[in-house]
């Protein structure tokens, strides 16, 4: 009796390996960003007319954001979540996440040890080119709500002179 209990267990392990690692690959699908151009220069219009900028709805710092979030997640939700925003801060880290895709990490406190901060998900990598961490930025995109980070998606970056 031991041994026909033995083809069984190990099947059921085998299953849960093949689920865990399709949860793995479901959560980054959900967490990643949808295809994009990867490059500013391949971005070719066959219209005439100038592109007409989108105005952010709402302009806030990356602390106050952030706070926002950390105070209540659906409030905050509600107030930033889909809408365009121009968000003011400081960077703190500068990257590329897991998919490949190009980010900033603004600062949203007084604790140089953090972790968690604003990540806004550059619309082009080159738009990180030349940054550095302390420098001061303006950025411009869709709020995504907070998963540890709050995000940020598709952003164009401006510097503070």
Known sequence: MNNSTKPASKWKTWHKVVIGICAVFFVLILVSDPPKEKDANTNISTST??????EPELTVSSTKLYQDYDANEIDADNAYKGKLIQVNGKIIDIGKDITNDAYVLLNVGKDP???LGVQCMLKYPALGSGLKKGDVVTV??????KLGNVFIRNCDLTKAE
């Open 140 to 145: 411009i995109g869709k709020c995504d709500g």
């Open 113 to 115: 040890y953090q972790m």
């Open 49 to 54: 007319a100038p592109e007409k900028k989108k």
